[in-house]
């Protein structure tokens, strides 16, 4: 199939669009590097600079390229930001969805793939989190993908889109090629072998008086190539009807975890400092990944804590400046 990636610069996006053509698809990158880099895209994929605010670029893309799914990674992505503008969430993220699916569907594309949120899940009655938990956005940024996800199952109903919104908990990892480069960066792996590599002086544990074994927030980890697997059955699935679904590796890892496994791995010191809680993280996010598993046989392939350090661990390495190399 040719397929558009928006955001195929970015982490994500980036190991996506080189499995999808390691599976023989062909691809066209469309991202704007606000956040992404130009190094990241696989060298056989077409890249098309623009903002998804520009229908007439967006609408260029269609008209050249015969395209068959679109998968919609291109976003504004951080939870606290949000909170500062909601509108560049609540508006910015919801328009250019908009326009993309306006456009896909005026040039008759009807396969979508929406890259959703854990951040859906603020206040979840049961752990781990199943598609069957009441869906309360914890920010602007979590409303945003909902906002889009109750677009899309209208487009289904009313235009015959067939879509799935994959519910994202913590990507992480990498590929040999391709890996996690972020200005800011949030993401507590990175961060904390950007320490390691001596970066960074510290690493700062948000509270560590949570109601868990170590005190410190458990989170679900999802390697990053298991995570593009995923996306790949979904879109082998469409066609046979749209889909929602929670991704993680449906184990949970402390933050106190994760700096010790990333300890032994890098075999250096990373010194931590423990600062108060941050309003509104809650403590423990697992996903319940039960459904992909028995629908589509989406298996994780590296779900230990240290494979997926390990990885990143090699690709920072290599890559000590990020893609600035
Ligand atoms: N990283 C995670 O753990 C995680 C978790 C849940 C959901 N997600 C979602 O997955 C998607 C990818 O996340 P990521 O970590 O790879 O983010 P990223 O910031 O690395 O990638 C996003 C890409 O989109 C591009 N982009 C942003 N706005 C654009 C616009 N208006 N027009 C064109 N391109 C634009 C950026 O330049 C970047 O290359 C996002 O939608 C994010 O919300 C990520």
């Not at 050249?64 to 910015?92: C, R, W």
């Not at 889009?148 to 799935?164: F, H, M, N, V």
């Not at 990175?190 to 927030?217: M, N, Q, W």
């Not at 593009?228 to 402390?254: K, M, P, T």
Request: negative net charge; charged residues 20%; glycine residues 8%.
């Amino acid at each position: 199939m040719k397929i558009l990636v928006t955001g195929g610069a970015g982490y994500i996006g980036s190991v996506v669009v080189e499995q999808l053509i390691a599976g023989g698809h062909q691809v066209v990158v469309f991202d704007n590097f606000y956040q992404g880099h130009r190094a990241a895209i696989h060298p056989e994929a077409r890249c098309v600079e623009g903002n998804l605010n520009n229908r007439s670029a967006l609408r260029q893309v269609f008209e050249n390229d015969t395209i068959e799914a679109v998968m919609h990674f291109a976003s504004y992505t951080l939870v606290g930001e949000s909170m500062q503008k909601p509108f560049m969430y609540i508006g910015d993220n919801v328009t250019n969805g908009l326009n993309l699916l306006q456009e896909a569907l005026a040039h008759g594309v009807r396969r979508f793939i929406l890259s959703s949120t854990a951040n859906l899940f603020d206040r979840p009655a049961k752990i781990p989190i199943s598609e069957e938990e009441a869906i309360v956005p914890g920010s602007p940024y979590g409303e945003s993908k909902y906002l889009l996800e109750r677009i899309l199952s209208w487009l289904d109903r009313t235009l015959g889109l067939r879509y799935a919104a994959l519910r994202y908990f913590n990507a992480a990892g990498a590929s040999e090629n391709y890996g996690e480069d972020h200005e800011p960066e949030t993401h507590l792996i990175p961060l904390v072998l950007k320490v390691a590599l001596g970066k960074r002086s510290h690493i700062e544990i948000f509270g560590d008086d949570y109601p868990t074994p170590d005190g410190t927030c458990i989170r679900d980890y999802i390697h990053v190539i298991d995570l593009a697997q995923a996306h790949i059955l979904a879109l082998e699935a469409l066609d046979r009807g749209s889909r929602v679904y929670n991704l993680g590796n449906g184990q949970g890892f402390s933050v106190r975890q994760v700096i010790d496994v990333a300890r032994n791995i890098t075999g250096r010191p990373i010194p931590e400092r423990v600062g108060p809680r941050r309003p509104g993280d809650p403590a423990v996010l697992i996903a319940s990944s039960e459904k992909i598993r028995q629908e589509l046989g989406w298996q994780p392939k590296h779900p230990s804590l240290e494979s997926i350090i390990q990885s990143a661990w090699q690709w920072h390495l290599r890559n000590p400046n990020g893609y600035e190399n």
